[in-house]
């Protein structure tokens, strides 16, 4: 296994049009999350998932947004009518339960930047 | 609000050089801390995490410190290389539900 994948890497498309990112998370990983990160910013969290079951959503996952995680292994993150506004990287991580109590350290992937024209 | 500033927001130094980066946090009720290192186009990775009851936390080069009295965390760099170029993201992390507060990062360079 070798960490978080998420495809396609880079996206660029026109306003209005739908684009969907998927994410692959470390095999044994039961949560996955996903973040959206600007220019010169931190990630802001958009939802995550334990197993299959989305669990929070951020007020920033506009009705436009919907995720998934249908078999409680990968997940998509698909934005509808796309808006110049939606031009950012799309950031997954995933991470499991430790057995010693120490939190959680999430693994994230490399992201996938959409540019939105 | 919870928020989580840093400083400086850039820094540049010399290679062999070392650097302590910082992190104020208004997180409450706060649960533990966290330093990551972002390169450019690339996604964040975890460096340290410290709960409200540790104070101090090494990873090689990099030592972290948290006050949970003053809500500060500083990351020390020694003895910096070319390769620890990046962006330093301190997170806190509330004490309920899964939502990690990130700060918008210490952009270090570190020149020849």
């Known amino acids: 296994d070798t960490g978080v994948s998420q495809d396609p890497r880079h996206k660029i498309t026109k306003r209005g049009q739908n684009v969907t990112f998927r994410c692959d998370p470390i095999?044994?990983?039961?949560?996955l999350y996903w973040y959206r990160q600007t220019l010169g910013q931190g990630p802001e969290f958009l939802t995550y998932?334990?197993?299959?079951?989305?669990?929070?959503k951020s007020r920033l996952l506009s009705d436009r947004f919907s995720a998934e995680r249908p078999k409680g292994s990968f997940s998509t993150l698909e934005i509808q009518r796309t808006e110049q506004g939606d031009s950012a990287m799309y950031l997954c991580a995933s991470s499991s339960r430790r057995n010693d109590g120490t939190p959680r350290v999430l693994t994230f992937g490399a992201g996938s930047r959409l540019t939105v024209l | 609000k919870n928020q989580v500033e840093q400083s400086p927001q850039s820094l540049i130094i010399l290679e062999g050089k070392n650097c302590t980066l910082q992190c104020n946090y208004t997180v409450s009720p706060f649960s533990n801390l966290r330093w990551y290192k972002q390169d450019t186009g690339r996604g964040p990775v975890s460096l340290t995490i410290m709960t409200f009851s540790e104070n101090t936390k090494s990873n090689g080069r990099y030592t972290a410190t948290l006050d949970a009295d003053t809500k500060q965390s500083s990351l020390h760099i020694t003895a910096s290389q070319l390769s620890d170029s990046a962006s330093y993201i301190c997170v806190a992390r509330l004490g309920r539900g899964n939502k990690l507060t990130f700060g918008t990062g210490t952009q270090l360079k570190v020149e020849l």
């Open positions: 998932f334990q197993n299959e079951a989305q669990l929070e």
């Open positions: 095999s044994e990983h039961n949560r």
